[in-house]
């Protein structure tokens, strides 16, 4: 089992639509969570972070995370063609000086 | 404040060849971690530095070295090039290891 999952995809979603992108994890030891988002031929960067299970909102983004069931999701409402690009989830987990990333879900917005 | 730099931005070596790749973090960051991204592999941990020790490493062969200097920055060196060491090298950098990483732009390597 990998250590962090996601659906490659790739996920398409109208204009205007919500975007819904998941992640699980496998250690519950796992203490920070972090989203990225990177287009194609450049580098990741940071979206958002969550630490605590519920909800964090920072604009147009929302991120989900739920301990107990070891998922974290990424909510993008109004999704708009600039979107597209691949979303990287990560896990920290205190102690290991390590990010386990995911491999990504390509996510198209069509216009 | 400036980002995370990275130096060379691009560089084509043919096998059996070392390289040296550096990476200046942003300013006040202690912890740089590497990464190499492949198309089929994804973003691979190489290792992390914070205040000058490595901390962790990942499943890479010993070709794979690098190190940190007393202000952060940090190089790693890849001996004996092999073709599968085609990638994009990239490197985060944070405060400590436990907070946000921030990438630099990155370096592709081309190995022929």
């Known amino acids: 089992q990998k250590e962090v999952e996601q659906n490659s995809g790739p996920l398409s979603v109208p204009e205007g639509a919500i975007a819904s992108l998941n992640c699980t994890y496998s250690?519950?030891?796992?203490?920070?969570f972090f989203w990225y988002r990177q287009y194609s031929g450049k580098s990741p960067e940071l979206i958002m972070f969550i630490y605590s299970n519920g909800d964090k909102e920072d604009g147009r983004f929302t991120a989900q995370l739920n301990k107990a069931s070891q998922y974290v999701s990424l909510l993008i409402r109004d999704s708009q063609p600039s979107d597209s690009a691949t979303y990287l989830c990560?896990?920290?987990?205190?102690?290991?000086?390590?990010?386990?990333f995911g491999t990504g879900t390509r996510l198209k917005v069509l216009a | 404040k400036a980002g995370v730099t990275q130096t060379p931005r691009y560089l084509i070596k043919t096998r059996g060849q070392q390289v040296t790749l550096s990476c200046s973090p942003i300013s006040g960051h202690r912890s740089v971690s590497w990464y190499q991204q492949t198309p089929g592999q994804g973003l691979q941990f190489l290792f992390e530095?914070?205040?000058?020790?490595?901390?962790n490493k990942g499943n890479f062969p010993g070709r794979f070295s690098g190190r940190q200097f007393s202000n952060s920055r940090s190089e790693m060196n890849v001996s004996t090039l092999e073709l599968g060491d085609s990638a994009l090298y990239l490197c985060?950098?944070?405060?400590?290891?436990?907070?946000?990483?921030?990438f630099g732009p990155g370096t592709r390597l081309l190995v022929l």
């Open positions: 985060a950098s944070s405060p400590t290891p436990w907070e946000t990483q921030y």
């Open positions: 250690d519950r030891g796992s203490q920070s």
């Open positions: 990560a896990v920290n987990m205190l102690g290991t000086y390590k990010y386990i």
């Open positions: 530095y914070f205040s000058e020790t490595q901390r």
